[in-house]
């Protein structure tokens, strides 16, 4: 514990404070001099007991409101992240419903026509586990549609040719 000396409406006050705890101290000290100062030049009050009460009711008041803001603005933020995480939740299930169903249309593809698998490039593998990042399960799906796309059109090209 160590001590420091602020001035406040020109005394001196000779205060305990916690180790490293002196800066702010003195800078409290700053404000509480200042409002008492603003007040007394506003010539309205004269007394000291007044000019301290109405200085302290003016810092409670601005510390009451900033920490109201404070928490209007926590709440909000929470708000916005519960809705950031079901938005996220469902742009999983959909890319993972996505996914599934390409899957399922890959793997119809070559048991319905069992000659053409001889012309078709060689499939790239579908991966049997989730997909978590987002881009990763997106970039998955444009993937799958582009070999269903590529596959669909040597189809028909190949009944044409027939």
């Known amino acids: 514990m160590s001590e420091v000396t602020v001035t406040i409406f020109n005394h001196n006050y000779r205060l305990a404070v916690s180790t490293g705890e ?9 404000l509480v001099d200042d409002q008492m100062t603003n007040v007394r030049a506003g010539g ?14 003016e810092i409670a008041y601005d510390a009451q409101k900033k920490e109201e803001e404070a928490a209007k603005r926590a709440a909000e933020l929470e708000a916005f992240a519960a809705q950031q995480s079901e938005a996220a939740e469902a742009a999983q299930a ?12 890959a793997a119809a593809l070559p048991a319905a026509e ?4 001889e012309d078709q490039a060689p499939e790239a593998p579908i ?3 989730p997909i978590a990042d987002e881009a990763a399960a997106l970039e998955e799906i444009r993937a799958l549609c582009r070999l269903c796309e590529e596959t669909l059109y040597k189809d028909a090209t190949l009944g044409l040719r027939l």
Request: negative net charge; hydrophobic residues 55%.
């Open 127 to 129: 991966p049997a586990a």
């Open 44 to 57: 309205k009050v004269i007394a000291l007991d007044q000019i301290a009460v109405l200085s302290a009711l």
């Open 114 to 117: 069992p000659n053409a698998q």
């Open 22 to 30: 002196e800066e702010l101290l003195k800078n409290c000290a700053k």
């Open 94 to 105: 959909a890319a993972a419903e996505a996914q599934a169903q390409a899957e399922a249309a």
